[in-house]
């Protein structure tokens, strides 16, 4: 019974109010206190707000360029007979001197900031407590549960481009790519809570999130198997120990810094993993609710470095630009205008912007040896 509810809930959209836990329907904590989880799911968290992008979505790097041109040009470069001018025209404004490309080094371009969000309602966490001496100024949002204070700069930044939002409560490629990822094994999160006496109220509580170089164990319509078995990384790098609680039913974290690793695509036939990048959060914590079935739900925060948002469309280059339409340069400068986290005592600019991920947690058996452990016994 417990499989099927956890495939169901892999299976269901993600993107709903997180609400508190029935703490009444919560089962009871192991005998040992020990419990794990591997991540099913952790991607961009999704608002859809009706008020978001009154004059649309992002624009592409096509559009852009014609929004270069003179009323009368661009006219006649959207005529039929001048297709093959314009896609000549328009995908040479992905390059600059040296043959340096929009979406490798967006930062060597002088474009427009792109579409960002207007409406006051997003998916996060108070990063900040409303005041940060070492932040920038920002416009926080409000949860959809009411929630006022909300630290996510990322989405005011990236939630109009049409590869994040998506449509009808779900969100874009960038969200489906990111749940395949942990599918097909490009790399995996793992959860240990130690010292667990109660899922309902818990003062003190050891959160380990790592990473493992265990695949996935999933069924044959890729849902998380739940109670398969997964070894924590012997990295200590990417093995984060977090002071955690439990309040009504909900797991929470301090703030810390959490960096884990990521995975871009496949590799070559000898390695199935991609081109590696990392997560790379400060003053990050965890606000996840236990659910009915054992699984968890909810949200991963804090401020990434702005080239870290970008990552995919950067990994994927000139082919990000004149495939895919992204005008990285203009996305690079939403980002560094929004960014409101880590601010350069020099400059006075922010190097890092606030983030909200969510996530479901499906239970697992996680092993946690000590690195200098493991690395002693080779």
Avoid at 154 to 172: L, P, Q, S
Wanted: aromatic share 6%; with cysteine.
């Amino acid at each position: 019974m417990l499989s099927h509810k956890i495939a169901a809930l892999c299976a269901a959209a993600l993107f709903v109010p997180i609400v508190p836990a029935q703490t009444a329907t919560l089962p009871a904590p192991p005998a040992n206190g020990e419990m794990g989880f591997v991540f099913a799911h952790f991607a961009p968290a999704i608002h859809q707000g009706d008020q978001d992008c009154p004059d649309g979505p992002v624009a592409t790097l096509r559009d852009n360029y014609l929004q270069t041109q003179a009323s009368a040009e661009r006219l006649r470069l959207l005529e039929k007979p001048n297709e093959a001018e314009l896609t000549k025209r328009w995908t040479g404004y992905a390059f600059g001197p040296q043959g340096t490309n929009i979406c490798t080094h967006p930062d060597k371009f002088d474009r427009p900031s792109q579409r960002i969000v207007q409406g006051k309602v997003a998916q996060g966490l108070d990063l900040d407590g409303g005041a940060d001496a070492e932040g920038c100024d920002h416009d926080p949002f409000t949860s959809p549960t009411g929630q006022a204070g909300v630290d996510n700069q990322m989405w005011r930044a990236m939630g109009c481009v049409r590869t994040w939002r998506g449509v009808d409560g779900t969100g874009g490629d960038i969200v489906r790519g990111l749940t395949q990822f942990l599918i097909s094994g490009e790399h995996t999160q793992v959860l240990l809570l130690t010292g667990v006496d109660s899922l309902s109220d818990d003062p003190d509580v050891t959160v380990i999130y790592a990473n493992s170089e265990d695949r996935a164990v999933v069924d044959a319509k890729q849902n998380f198997m739940p109670d398969a078995s997964y070894t924590v990384v012997a990295n200590a790098q990417h093995r984060n120990v977090l002071k955690g609680r439990i309040v009504g039913g909900v797991l929470m974290t301090d703030p810390a810094h959490i960096r884990l690793r990521q995975s871009w695509g496949q590799g070559s036939e000898r390695d199935i993993r991609g081109k590696r990048t990392e997560y790379d959060m400060t003053k990050a914590r965890l606000r996840l609710t236990f659910q009915p079935d054992g699984s968890l739900k909810g949200l991963v925060g804090g401020y990434q470095p702005i080239w870290n948002i970008m990552a995919s469309a950067s990994i994927g280059g000139e082919g990000a630009a004149t495939t895919a339409g992204y005008d990285c340069a203009a996305m690079y400068a939403a980002l560094k205008k929004l960014a409101d986290g880590d601010r350069d005592p020099a400059t006075g600019q922010c190097r890092r912007i606030s983030s909200a991920m969510e996530v479901l947690a499906v239970p697992a058996f996680v092993n946690d040896t000590l690195p200098a452990t493991r690395v002693a016994q080779q």
